[in-house]
């Protein structure tokens, strides 16, 4: 088996795929990050919540990527005047995500994955193209610049959104394939929040930082080594200021000071960092069919890459491999003929639904990031939630709650019936039937969990009549 791309999704399915049996050989473009620091232009560090740690959990790696995780228990919004509150994730108690390196978690999957005998990986080797019919991808080694070619029984496309297989796809006609790819009208890029002169954050490691600003907003996760990354989220060239009007340190620190004083006055060197750091772009890709015949596979970002705002990329990335491996398991076990291409179809019948539905919920919480949070009936909203979440543990789950911490449903599943929730509980605040600055008894909780149950089953036979 061939995989193009060792980065998280192709690492991690190297290593299952090797845990299984199979023999796997791994190329990668880049140079291996255990050696280099690549991290340039990437998000360093990525939020990882229980899709995520399933998969891990599925090839034993859920302990060690706990060791290098930091636990965000809820967002804590920041004001334009410094001013901060706070929104936990769940009204259930241990419900939180984590902060992870992107490097640190690539590299212990690398490590894993090398530990077996039947898995080798050949990094500095970037794949010009792929012929899909005879299963052939061409190479060319960036250390010595000598092109190559690599014949295997099944190609996988772990290569990201700039993915050379589905390039291929398109380039060779060899079928009907559909493909989209939308960006939206902001990049974003990285800061740093430094660490103190003891190490130590200087601003709560247990939340997810959020500056919302309507049109555009600053974020900030922590890192193990005290420091937080910090993401500005900006149009390019829509609003006063922009990307592309940004381009004088004065305007740039004026933007800061008027927007993000607060943080201002934790990025030491925010004049470096902006003027050389890269500016990103953020896209949705869509497309279809992901596998060719019984010879290849597009899996991860390749098939399905994503806007970072539900912090659900690499998780769905990772929910990958567990839907794969459990097509595979059953193909394994069945009487019938071991058939790659009907394994192939099979996988994508059972989970390209999801990946379009968190393509989408990435999208909606863009606006809800950048805008919402601060919205006075969005509060109320989160409020009940936070109550019913917490009064009834096992009857309630909020949208947020069904993507985040329910790796056991669909995303397409879970975005329904978010939606639909969503809708009901709105309704009953516009109706004036419930209050959040009214302390409820569990009596009074009940009887709005009993009438969102009913109207959100309602939204939902409504919505399955007009589909």
């Not at 009936?377 to 543990?393: A, C, S």
């Not at 419930?434 to 569990?442: D, F, Y």
Request: charged share 30%; with cysteine; net charge negative.
């Amino acid at each position: 088996m061939l995989i193009i791309g060792a980065g998280l999704c192709g690492s991690l399915l190297a290593l299952r795929l090797a845990q299984k049996g199979y023999k796997v050989e791994i190329y990668e473009s880049r140079p291996d990050l255990r050696k280099v620091d690549i991290s340039a232009g990437r998000s360093i560090n990525l939020a990882l919540s229980d899709r995520g740690l399933k998969a891990l959990r599925l090839c034993g790696m859920e302990e060690k990527a706990r060791e290098i995780c930091i636990p965000m228990y809820g967002r804590l919004m920041h004001d334009s005047q410094g001013n901060t509150f706070s929104s936990n994730y769940s009204g259930r108690e241990n419900e939180y995500i984590n902060s992870i390196s992107r490097g640190d978690l690539n590299a212990i999957l690398l490590d894993e994955a090398e530990k077996h005998e039947n898995v080798n990986i050949h990094f500095n080797s970037g794949c010009k193209k792929v012929d899909i019919e005879n299963k052939i991808a061409h190479f060319k080694s960036y250390e010595t610049g000598e092109k190559f070619k690599v014949k295997a029984d099944v190609i996988f496309g772990t290569d990201g959104a700039g993915s050379s297989l589905r390039k291929s796809y398109i380039s060779e006609r060899k079928f009907l394939f559909s493909y989209s790819q939308n960006y939206i009208n902001h990049g974003y890029k990285e800061l740093e929040i430094p660490a103190d002169k003891n190490g130590n954050h200087q601003i709560s490691k247990e939340h997810l930082h959020i500056w919302p600003r309507g049109d555009f907003m600053l974020i900030a996760l922590p890192n193990m080594d005290g420091s937080f990354t910090v993401t500005l989220f900006l149009s390019y060239d829509e609003g006063e200021y922009n990307f592309n009007n940004l381009t004088s340190e004065e305007k740039m620190i004026a933007f800061f000071e008027k927007e993000f004083p607060d943080a201002l006055v934790l990025i030491p060197n925010i004049k470096e960092e902006f003027a050389n750091n890269p500016t990103g772009p953020l896209g949705t890709i869509k497309c279809s069919p992901w596998s060719y015949q019984n010879k290849t596979l597009l899996m991860g970002d390749s098939a399905h890459a994503i806007v970072p705002f539900y912090g659900q990329g690499m998780n769905a990335s990772f929910e990958d491999v567990v839907v794969f491996d459990e097509i595979l398991c059953h193909f394994e076990r069945s009487r019938e003929i071991f058939d790659w291409e009907a394994i192939f179809k099979a996988y994508q019948k059972a989970r390209k639904h999801d990946t379009d539905a968190i393509a989408d919920l990435a999208i909606d919480n863009f606006y809800e990031m950048r805008d919402h949070v601060a919205n006075p009936l969005f509060k109320e909203k989160r409020k009940i939630e936070m109550d019913l979440e917490k009064t009834f543990p096992n009857q309630y789950s909020s949208k947020y709650s069904l993507v985040t911490f329910n790796e056991n449903i669909g995303y397409n599943e879970a975005m329904k019936k978010g939606r639909a929730q969503d809708k009901a509980l709105l309704n009953l605040i516009a109706d004036d039937e419930v209050h959040t600055h009214l302390e409820m008894t569990k009596e009074e909780l009940k009887v709005i969990l009993d009438k969102v149950i009913y109207e959100t089953d309602r939204i939902l036979e409504e919505d399955k009549i007009l589909s």
